[in-house]
């Protein structure tokens, strides 16, 4: 079986738990992108169909939230807290560095480090902030030299 045989038994199994739920769209779209990393454009007309949408209603839906994606994610993924309680503490000034030694904006990509900056609100650690999620860890405390030490060590991985 073929790697896009597999994503769409994989698309029909989810539509099959999901399917008769209300609002059914949305829980979808969540276990599609947490199975297959992405919502695959073909997988679009798979899910209108089975919903009784249109297509430009599911991709609506899809480009609405900055949490679903259209193509495959990058190799790391960084998250910097936006919520109040970083963002007292720094943050925002933080993600300006990290958009500034990165290349790209939030939501962009990194090709130097094929990395995915993105907001995240609150990570549950509010009085250590600001903090970070790199890939799948937690750092607390960060400042300018410490994303640029963590950045290297994505960079050389
Ligand atoms: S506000 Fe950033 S972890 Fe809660």
């Keep these: 079986m073929t790697t896009q045989q597999q994503a769409r038994t994989q698309l029909q199994a989810i539509l099959d738990t999901h399917r008769h739920e209300a609002g059914a769209l949305l829980p ?4 599609l992108q947490d199975t297959l990393g992405h919502i695959p454009d073909w997988s679009v007309a798979d899910i209108a169909q089975a919903l009784n949408l249109s297509r430009a209603e599911v991709h609506g839906v899809i480009t609405f939230y900055h949490h679903f994606r259209t193509s495959p994610p990058a190799a790391h993924n960084l998250q910097i ?13 933080l993600t ?3 958009e500034q030694a990165l290349g790209c904006g939030l939501h962009g990509r990194s090709g130097s480090h094929d990395l995915d900056l993105q907001p995240v609100y609150c990570l549950g650690l509010c009085a250590t902030g ?5 890939d799948d860890k937690l750092v607390s405390r960060v400042d300018a030299a410490r994303l640029d030490r963590l950045l290297n060590s994505v960079k050389e991985s």
């Design 28 to 31: 979808i779209l969540h276990a």
């Design 81 to 93: 807290c936006q919520a109040e309680a970083c963002q007292a503490r720094g943050s925002r000034e």
């Design 96 to 98: 300006a560095h990290a």
């Design 130 to 134: 600001p903090n970070i999620m790199l």
